[in-house]
């Protein structure tokens, strides 16, 4: 099969699950929205950057993205990219778990046995033969229940080193391109960012 997609969407959360076997990177681009993001990866060979850090994902890694946050992924190979997605509204967390993600790393990286990386497995099977109305259900509870676990996860599970600045990266490119005509288009191609990121973070080191 080419790819598979299953799609959840309501007014304050929702779920997708997708699976691309020849996943090209012009589908996949560097951007923020005012929603949590909950990443659970399940295959493929990609970099995703959260703000300035990039991380190497490995199967099993779970990635927490805060509203207002540029993020994105770079394709490494064309290897197959099968991950399950949650978005979240503000509006459909309560107060202490939203304490409890502004308290989270970025990535976690989750053990067969943790119950975390269980329930977005379980999600994975489920779907394929849940009705709309009960893998509805079964989503929402999944991912209170994910937030709920998180501060219960084991300290060394959580990642935040091995990190790239990506406006260094891009500093030292100018530096070595200095006679070329390099404007934040061609910034954006080259790093696989908007140019809006790229314009808004040199804004923010320029400040």
């Not at 299953?6 to 007014?11: D, G, N, Q, R, V």
């Not at 992924?73 to 202490?96: D, Q």
């Not at 409890?100 to 977005?120: E, G, P």
């Not at 709309?132 to 990642?159: E, G």
């Amino acid at each position: 099969m080419e790819s598979q997609k299953i799609f959840i969407l309501k007014s304050d959360y929702y779920y997708d699950y997708s699976k691309k076997e020849n996943p090209s990177q012009e589908d996949y681009f560097f951007h923020m929205h005012n929603d949590y993001e909950f990443l659970y990866f399940i295959d493929g060979d990609v970099k995703y950057s959260v703000d300035t850090v990039k991380f190497k994902l490995q199967k099993g890694d779970f990635l927490i993205i805060k509203p207002r946050t540029y993020h994105g992924l770079t394709l490494k190979s064309n290897s197959c990219y099968e991950r399950i997605v949650f978005y979240a509204r503000p509006t459909f967390l309560s107060n202490t778990q939203k304490t409890i993600i502004s308290q989270s790393a970025y990535l976690y990286h989750l053990k067969h046995d943790d119950f975390i990386r269980y329930t977005f497995e379980n999600l994975k099977r489920c779907h394929a033969f849940y009705n709309s109305v009960a893998f509805d259900y079964l989503s929402q509870t999944s991912l209170l229940n994910i937030i709920n676990a998180l501060p219960y996860l084991p300290k060394d599970r959580s990642n935040s080193v091995n990190t790239d600045i990506i406006v260094n990266d891009i500093l030292n490119y100018i530096k070595e391109n200095i006679a070329q005509n390099i404007n934040a288009k061609v910034l954006s191609e080259r790093f696989f960012m908007s140019s809006s990121w790229i314009n808004h973070s040199f804004n923010n080191v320029m400040n």
